[in-house]
């Protein structure tokens, strides 16, 4: 959960965790200075673009020293939009996991429509972990789109 005043839009956010972000969590060592999982000083996101540039040397080292094309925090998010859809995940609650409020949640729908849409955020995240798992390890998803009428 991150509270009102950590957020852009200013509402509570809840994000559930799908088993594998879980685990990849539970799996981090448990640091000293800090009660925080990631980041490297005061906050919850701090230290993003050194621990980037740490991730990138790291993928290009493990990639015969061919780094990846260079991304930011916003392609992530475009990513994982994209392939939820591209799996099936209705548009409201790839927003709904992202915490936008505007598209389903603005204007009059945003006023009325107060559903934080937890159980389908849920099933979105562990629909989309499943996806990625897969992909990362070279074998079919198990995935299937959902047809509409």
Known sequence: MLPAE??????????????????????????????????DRVGGFSGWSRCKERLDERIAKANGGKPLPDFTIHDLRRSAATHMAEIGVQPHIIEAVLNHVSGHKGGIAGIYNRATYEKDKRDALIRWADWLVATVEGRKSTIVPLRTA
């Open 6 to 39: 950590r957020v852009k839009n200013k509402r509570e956010f809840v994000l559930p965790l799908s088993p594998a972000a879980a685990e990849i969590i539970r799996q981090q060592p448990v640091r000293a200075d800090r009660d925080l999982v990631f980041g």
